[in-house]
């Protein structure tokens, strides 16, 4: 991925990477998933949060 996506990404990468670790230690977590709309497609939105985090994630598109 290049230009501002790509340097975004970078940018958050190792605060995603403690994000998913510290959600993986927690005793009480929430997930859900939904779908969203994106352009002409839908994909998943796949969710996992606490009180003080929240993790969000695109899944594959479906028809």
Do not use: N, Y
Request: overall charge positive; glycine content about 10%; charged content about 15%.
């Amino acid at each position: 991925m290049s230009g501002v996506p790509g340097q975004a990404a970078e940018a958050v990468a190792d605060s995603l990477k403690l994000i998913r670790a510290l959600l993986t230690l927690v005793h009480v977590l929430h997930a859900d998933e939904t779908t969203t709309r994106i352009g002409s497609g839908r994909r998943w939105l796949h969710v996992a949060c606490t009180e003080r985090l929240t993790l969000l994630g695109l899944g594959a598109a479906f028809a």
